[in-house]
């Protein structure tokens, strides 16, 4: 297997790389240099981030010669917020850059999102570059220009769509992951395989631990394999109106118990995601689409990865179908007042659902809670 695997993102003259393998941050400069040539570059990371990957970084973008500059923001979800928004903007616009400057997004699904937003408003669009180091901004939130922050309302409500330039992900930096946060990631890498490729499903079966426990190649194919699934349904939909609403399997139920704990350590994004992807399949057995055995393989699956697959496994109590309800109801992806369900005929084969009855709903999250 060669050491890098690159993933186009089709998006006419808007396309870029996804660059995947060891040792990227290293190249950095060398990459962006035939990119951006010596324009100025932001790089932006959090505290934790910034101790083990920033001085590699910037060592090499001094030696391929682009300026550049540094901000570092609190670590923590806590942080995607209108408050740290604004320092951000200041800061960078301290700087007096123009529109030929970039700002680098060095760090997890945190800085990405906010470091992508900023760079969308920042005189009206600079450009951006995506260095995810967690597993789970390397194969979603780096990937379709998706980028937002939360407000008090709910996760990801304010926001743009902005492509990146390029995303290097540095497969070497999941090393330095815990392994919650690793495990983290991987509810979104199984999350492909669930919604529209079995046999991925079927090779994380055989794989999944050694992706977690440290198997180059297998990291790096789950990575490219992931980023390809999205890539490909971005080509198509890039502003979610139709295919690309299928990346958000689990995501209606993982974001209200997202909400429900206050987007802290509590529960991580990947954790909700994996509970998610189960009730979700639990709801679609219920209503004849897919067989209950389905929903067994797919709790197997995240009981030997060591996934939390029941509300239970949550340390804060959750006792309220009805406030789980509520968070769905100011999710994106409500329509005409109606809550919409990404569902499943089965492993590989996710459907929109509209018009699903909410007392279903709330039996099912009764349940849930009860078990």
């Not at 209108?82 to 700002?103: A, C, H, I, N, T």
């Not at 330095?176 to 890498?189: F, I, N, P, Q, S």
């Not at 329509?335 to 492993?347: E, H, Q, Y």
């Amino acid at each position: 297997m060669t050491a890098f695997s690159t993933v186009k993102v089709a998006l006419d003259d808007r396309s870029y790389d996804v660059v995947i393998g060891p040792g990227l941050i290293g190249e950095t400069g060398q990459r962006l240099k035939a990119l951006i040539g010596s324009n100025p570059v932001v790089v932006i990371t959090d505290e934790n981030v910034a101790a083990l990957h920033l001085d590699r970084l910037c060592d090499s973008l001094s030696n391929a010669g682009i300026p550049h500059h540094q901000i570092i923001l609190p670590a923590g979800e806590q942080t995607k917020g209108f408050g740290q928004l604004q320092k951000l903007m200041e800061s960078v616009l301290d700087l007096r850059p123009d529109r030929g400057w970039s700002l680098l997004a060095l760090g997890g699904g945190v800085i990405g999102d906010i470091v992508g937003v900023a760079a969308s408003l920042i005189l009206r669009g600079v450009g951006f570059i995506q260095a995810p180091t967690t597993l789970l901004a390397q194969v979603d939130s780096s990937v379709g220009g998706k980028t937002a922050i939360n407000t008090r309302h709910g996760k990801n409500l304010v926001g743009s769509f902005y492509q990146p330039q390029l995303v290097l992900a540095d497969t070497d930096t999941l090393n330095t992951l815990d392994g919650r946060e690793l495990l983290a990631g991987y509810g979104e890498v199984v999350k492909y395989g669930l919604l529209g490729d079995h046999k991925f499903f079927d090779w994380l079966t055989e794989n999944g631990l050694a992706v977690i426990n440290g198997n180059a190649d297998a990291r790096r194919h789950a990575v490219m394999t992931s980023c390809a699934a999205k890539a490909e349904i971005v080509a198509q939909d890039e502003r979610e109106q139709g295919q690309r609403a299928l990346l958000n399997l689990g995501h209606t139920f993982g974001h209200a118990l997202e909400a429900e704990t206050g987007y802290s350590q509590v529960l991580l994004h990947g954790e909700a995601v994996a509970i998610g992807c189960l009730l979700a399949f639990e709801l679609s057995a219920e209503l004849g689409f897919c067989p209950f055995e389905d929903v067994a393989t797919v709790r197997r699956h995240f009981e030997t990865i060591k996934l939390p697959t029941k509300i239970s496994d949550i340390s804060a109590k959750i006792a309220d179908p009805g406030a789980l309800l509520d968070h769905m109801r100011q999710d994106k992806k409500v329509k005409d007042g109606k809550l919409r369900f990404i569902l499943a005929r089965g492993i590989g084969d996710a459907f929109v659902a509209e018009n699903i009855d909410e007392r279903k709903v709330a039996e099912l999250l009764e349940t849930a809670i009860a078990a």
